[in-house]
């Protein structure tokens, strides 16, 4: 509502001073500060008085200077200065102090690896997303420090920059941005009149009511009310915050002679000090000295460099009789040797493309040390998937493979599953010279390729028939077991056959184990094979012989009942004398006594059975890889057997 007043004081908080916000810290030479579209170089340094060449674009800006140790430019608000530098070789680092009037949200400010971009703010907060080219995270600051790193960091959200009257038609600049009260209208709003506020912020109209808030991007302004018609009172804030930004280096401090200090991997010890210069030494973790000279003292300091770390020495002291030397120390970790810059290992795994689910395909893992240095204690490993079995055919590690030679080590893979599979690759363990080792050595792993194999799912489907003729008590009776395979794959099979006791065995390729028989044996796909057993009865009965076939899981399984008869009584014996003969009426107190035993007799040729071979290796490898599908297998033969027995 408009108020009546005769005396006014106007007042006017103008744009902030440049130096508002800052940057200070030691930039690599050559090296950029970017601050939104403001971009400054900092090409080259001079080895002499440390003055450097500078580049200065953006932002309506086109400028090419030289600023000397101890100089400052000032342009449109913004002002920097270069105060010191550290320098050995093409090694340089600048100490800058950089002012800007303020950072925007949505803007950002980087400066050598950092980058700080202001990421939202509110009255009270201001979130900041800090990376230093490797990582990055989120900061929030309510006008108190917060670091990362080597970097320290102070935002002021918000600030206001204007609070005050504006008088109609007088442009008022706040920051880069000029705001202009143009007028006002009074309307009727629900039965209430509504003062409607006519403004111009950079060029751009808007209109506001009274006593609301107008957000145009860049400036936040609360409208409160007109006094009068001429003069309209504003509070004006920056969206966006004041921001004071310092990088420290590495390190920073005074070391007296003969204090050492570790920075990243290394060692610094201070050996002597003199008026105009320092002798400096730079060890490995050991203390194995890897670098040693003069440091000349000044802010221009010709510093020592080994293997991204840079020392420099802005000044000496003597302090309670003992001589200090202030130490800055800088530290490149992307140029800090590593093994990896010497040593390279190429690791291949060649191995057919495709291959058939259970059998075993061979390849071989080959090395070839492309690396500029030996290597040694070299240790090969297989990371396979689960769908897959490997085995090195050779040592999995070699003493010694020098530079520029090759080795290859057989390797057999047996696939579990069928599809397109992922096999895994080779890990290889080998150990390099290495400055930064304690042991001269240090260890560094390659990899190989990740293989894709097509493997043939193996169809298998088996089958058993049994057939025998009915026999009697003392004659042998023929048991002929056919194993079928009607499947589109060969593979590998268990045959067991449990015989009831009583019986007398004679069998060709099998093994017996307690109560069972049992033979390996390999089938072709669509294709059957017989294995004929000789079995003699002791005793009258009706027996169940029953065959189970187990290969990777896949089982089959089958019975026949024989009836074997009492032999036939004769009134005398035989002439030949070669059968005893029992009379089943005749009183006698002899008991007949039945020796069971194994018997190993030559089978005639149309029995034998034929062995399609692997050898003892892939056998192991083939047998081996069904550790459920056997656990299963041993189950059954166990629940028959029971059931034999109870029997």
Not at 69 to 95: F, K, P, Q
Not at 104 to 132: D, R
Not at 226 to 250: C, F, N
Not at 496 to 506: D, K, L, N
Request: glycine share 12%.
């Amino acid at each position: 509502m408009r108020k009546l007043i005769v005396v006014l004081p106007l007042l006017f908080l103008l744009s902030p001073l440049a130096g508002a916000s800052s940057f200070s810290g030691w930039v690599a030479v050559p090296g950029r500060v970017t601050l939104g579209g403001l971009h400054m170089r900092f090409q080259d340094v001079s080895i002499t008085d440390g003055s450097a060449l500078l580049f200065i674009t953006g932002n309506g800006t086109e400028l090419r200077d030289v600023l000397p140790i101890g100089g400052g430019l000032n342009w449109s608000g913004y002002g920097l200065n270069l105060s010191e530098v550290v320098m050995d070789g093409n090694v340089v680092y600048a100490l800058v102090d950089f002012r800007f009037p303020y950072l925007l949200q949505g803007e950002s400010l980087s400066f050598g690896n950092y980058t700080v971009k202001l990421v939202s703010v509110s009255e009270s907060t201001a979130v900041l997303s800090v990376s230093n080219g490797t990582s990055e995270k989120t900061l929030k600051s309510s006008g108190g420090g917060v670091s990362f790193g080597h970097l320290k960091l102070l935002a002021t959200p918000m600030p206001v920059m204007f609070d005050g009257y504006l008088l109609r038609g007088h442009l008022v600049r706040v920051g880069e941005w000029t705001v202009n009260f143009t007028g006002y209208n009074v309307t009727r709003e629900n039965g209430n009149l509504v003062e409607v506020i006519n403004l111009e912020v950079g060029g751009r109209k808007y209109y506001v009511e009274a006593g609301k808030t107008l957000d145009t991007g860049a400036l936040v302004i609360d409208v409160k009310d007109l006094v009068g018609a001429e003069y309209l009172r504003v509070r004006i804030r920056l969206k966006g915050a004041y921001v004071t930004a310092s990088v420290a280096p590495s390190f920073d401090g005074w070391l007296p002679v003969g204090k050492t200090e570790k920075v990243g991997p290394y060692i610094v010890r201070i050996e002597a000090v003199l008026n105009d210069s320092a002798y400096v030494s730079i060890s490995n973790p050991c203390g194995m000295p890897l670098k040693t000279g003069f440091v000349s003292v000044g802010n221009v300091s010709h510093g020592l460099y080994y293997g991204g770390l840079l020392i420099g020495i802005p000044e000496v002291r003597e302090r309670d009789g003992e001589k200090e030397a202030h130490v800055i120390a800088f530290l490149n970790g992307s140029r800090v040797p590593a093994v990896r810059d010497v040593a390279f290992l190429n690791v291949s795994l060649q191995i057919p493309p495709n291959a058939t689910q259970y059998r075993p395909i061979k390849g071989e893992v080959v090395l070839r040390n492309t690396g500029k240095t030996d290597l040694r204690y070299v240790e090969i490993s297989l990371n396979v998937s689960k769908a897959f079995r490997a085995e090195l055919r050779g040592l999995p590690y070699l003493s010694v493979l020098k530079r520029g030679e090759s080795a290859e080590i057989p390797v057999t893979i047996v696939p579990l599953k069928g599809g397109n599979l992922t096999l895994g690759n080779v890990v290889v363990t080998a150990h390099a010279p290495y400055e930064l080792s304690c042991y001269g050595l240090k260890g560094i792993e390659f990899t190989s390729e990740s293989k894709i194999i097509h493997v043939t799912p193996l169809n298998l489907t088996y089958s058993l028939k049994l057939s025998s003729e009915n026999g009697r008590v003392g004659a042998p009776l023929e048991l002929n077991i056919t194993v079928i395979n009607t499947g589109s794959s060969g593979g590998a099979f268990n045959l067991s056959v449990a015989v009831p006791q009583g019986f007398g065995i004679v069998a060709k390729n099998f093994t017996l184990y307690g109560k069972w028989l049992q033979a390996e044996g390999w089938i072709g796909p669509r294709s059957s094979k017989v294995y004929r057993i000789t079995l003699v009865p002791t005793k009258a009965g009706e027996y169940k012989l029953t065959a189970v076939l187990g290969g990777r899981g896949i089982m089959a399984q089958n019975s026949t009942v024989v009836k074997v008869a009492t032999p036939p009584v004769h009134a005398e014996p035989s002439s030949q004398g070669s059968t005893p003969v029992y009379n089943a009426t005749s009183n006698t107190s002899c008991q007949p006594k039945v020796v069971t035993e194994v018997v190993k007799v030559p089978v005639p040729a149309n029995a034998t059975v034929e062995e399609v071979g692997l050898s003892l290796r892939d056998k192991l490898l083939y047998f081996g890889g069904a550790f459920l599908g056997g656990v299963l297998f041993i189950l059954l033969l166990a629940w028959i057997a029971a059931r034999m027995e109870a029997k």
